[in-house]
């Protein structure tokens, strides 16, 4: 496959050029290759990367511009309308905070490899689909880059184990896009420590109501836009020709349908259960584990599989929308909008002074970034990331199999069952490679 060409070259005049019109807004602007192996210090402007600037892309960019200890440097995004509106409207952004009204100095480009490859860049924001995460998010820490990554974190099991071992191996920080964990005014939190300190006594059950698994892509092959770069598109998953389904033109206001083909998505199982069993696992302390034991339901349902773990919680796939967890003393549910329990004093009683807690996080972009300069954990690492979306691909491999699956989650393998272990990855398509 051809390289897409650059579109543009930052040289180093164009570079301190844009420094100094930046300084002019801001502190100044250290990249990580002038600063050596130092932290950024605590006043100085990370210079960030974005690759993919869709639904979700662009609603990060939004955040991004709104902190002043944040320059946004390049986008990277293959189809052209999108590309060219976010670097305007991160010019327009910045050119409203100069004396002379002026800004330019964010470059564009189609293939995230050259954005990669500058060494101008500190961090990346990786909004792209779940097919196109793992080779991203690998050369980015690679090249010591910082990452936060949407969820669902991976397209598969191997592919999770790679990202948190270079993420480990490469000391960069990561977030995974598990706002839940920081966001939606600190329910799920909340949840998570009355669980923890016992509210519910020993937990049974847990029901996670999301949608159903993927299925084979069979959209019709059209010809794909000029404007779009499809091969890039497409990346390492399998080669299938254009469907606007897949890749919708220019600005679209909604989320694109591909998260529900197997090729480049888990479906709306892993794409709202990479949140909701995120949730789970963190209440249930299994944020380094998982479950030992999938059982699908009969038949050909797409609902109500259960998982087993090790301490004889059970946890099903189906029931209410978001998180519901039974102990021996009651029940607590949560989602977005709401926390209820029953009885209700469960869920009002405040937390003693004694009483454990989580990590605290109340902003999951500002958690990342001040993560990234004090170079401590965030709220989601992509370890965590790695494990939560895990037992959404041990789900959807549940449901493909229709028979039991018995899983280690330290050896990160099924037991005694070869077919099963070959799914947990696939081999990206040439000339595309995790190495």
């Known amino acids: 496959m051809a390289r897409s060409p650059r579109e543009t070259s930052l040289s180093r005049r164009r570079f301190v050029q844009a420094a100094a019109m930046a300084s002019v807004v801001a502190p ?10 130092e932290k950024p210090a605590a006043n100085d402007r990370l210079q960030i990367g974005f690759i993919g600037v869709g639904m979700m892309g662009r609603g990060h960019l939004r955040r991004m511009l709104g902190y002043d200890d944040v320059q946004v440097m390049a986008i990277c995004e293959v189809e052209k309308t999108r590309r060219e509106t976010a670097q305007h409207d991160v010019e327009k952004q910045y050119a409203e905070r100069t004396k002379s009204g002026v800004y330019h100095g964010c470059d564009t480009h189609t293939d995230f490899r050259e954005l990669l490859a500058r060494d101008d860049i500190d961090a990346v924001l990786i909004a792209t689909p779940d097919h196109g995460h793992a080779i991203p998010c690998l050369q980015a820490a690679r090249a010591k880059k910082d990452i936060y990554c949407e969820k669902p974190l991976t397209h598969n099991i191997h592919e999770g184990r790679l990202i948190a071992d270079a993420v480990r191996e490469n000391k960069v920080v990561f977030q995974t896009g598990s706002q839940q964990r920081s966001e939606f005014a600190g329910r799920f939190r909340l949840a998570a420590n009355l669980i923890r300190n016992g509210r519910l006594g020993t937990i049974k059950t847990v029901r996670i109501g999301v949608g159903p698994p993927p299925r084979p892509c069979d959209l019709p092959e059209k010809k794909a836009p000029q404007d779009l770069d499809w091969e890039m598109w497409v990346g390492p998953a399998p080669w299938r020709g254009y469907n606007e389904i897949l890749c919708p033109k220019g600005i679209h206001r909604h989320f694109p349908a591909f998260r529900q083909y197997q090729e480049f998505a888990g479906g709306s199982l892993a794409d709202m259960g990479a949140h909701h069993f995120d949730i789970a696992q963190w209440a249930l302390e299994m944020d380094a584990s998982g479950p030992v034991k999938i059982e699908p339901p009969a ?3 797409d609902t109500g599989l259960k998982f087993t773990y090790a301490n004889g919680v059970e946890m099903y796939h189906g029931g209410p929308p978001g998180c519901t967890f039974e102990g021996t003393a009651g029940k607590l549910y949560v989602n977005r909008p709401i926390i209820e329990s029953d009885p209700p004093e469960l869920a009002k009683q405040p937390l003693g002074e004694n009483d454990r807690r989580v990590y605290l996080s109340e902003n999951h972009h500002r958690n990342w970034l001040d993560c990234i300069k004090s170079r401590k954990a965030t709220v989601c690492p992509a370890e965590v990331g790695h494990r ?48």
């Open 28 to 37: 100044t602007i250290l990249s990580r290759a002038t600063l050596g192996a």
């Open 299 to 301: 038949g050909d349902a």
């Open 388 to 435: 939560s979306a895990t037992v959404c691909h041990l789900a959807n491999l549940g449901y493909r199999l229709r028979r039991t699956l018995h899983w280690d989650p330290q050896t990160e393998q099924f037991k005694n069952d070869d077919q099963a272990n070959a799914l947990r990855s696939r081999t990206p398509r040439a000339p595309w490679s995790y190495t």
